[in-house]
């Protein structure tokens, strides 16, 4: 059912070029991991703040100013992604590293959107919440920080042994 779709995205012209370009292909992968390297440093950090951790750091601030960091880098992230993606698309299609992959991405973006949308909105200061620096930092927000990690680390290494599987 998709072998049609992803056999025409990996003969695209687009996938054609990067596939035969010696530097853009290794360019687009250091974009990819440049990008990942942001996302999941900003992560981590504020993962590390929900635990407990980096009490020097104003959770409110922090939170805002690496979630910011974590967006951009999607702008690298997602569309050289893509193109990773489409220069390889059938065989990374059928690739469980790479279905683990994505389904642990998904988890990943659910994770911080609930922590965004509902645990920080709730415990956010500036939104008339209850979080105050210093204070105990209340259970959902310490597990979704546990979960974060968790996951951003499991993509890594799912990205990691696409290579190997």
Known sequence: MLEPILLGLEGSAVAEFFRRSLW????????????????????????????????????????????????WSLILVVPSGLILFITDATTLAANPAFQLKLVLL????????????????????????????????????RLVGVLSMVLWFSVIACGRLIAYV
Do not use: C, K, Q
Not at 39 to 53: E, I, K, P, Q, T
Not at 111 to 127: G, K, P, T
């Open 106 to 141: 998904a988890v990943a973006g659910v994770n911080a959107a609930l922590f965004h949308r509902v645990v920080f909105r709730d415990m956010d200061v500036h939104r008339g919440g209850a979080w105050r620096d210093g204070a105990p930092l209340p259970l959902p927000a």
């Open 24 to 71: 853009l292909y290794p360019a687009v992968e250091i974009l990819h991991i440049v990008g990942f390297v942001i996302l999941v440093g900003a992560a981590f950090v504020m993962d590390l703040r929900l635990l407990g951790r980096l009490r020097a750091l104003p959770i409110t601030a922090t939170v805002h100013s690496l979630s910011r960091w974590a967006r």
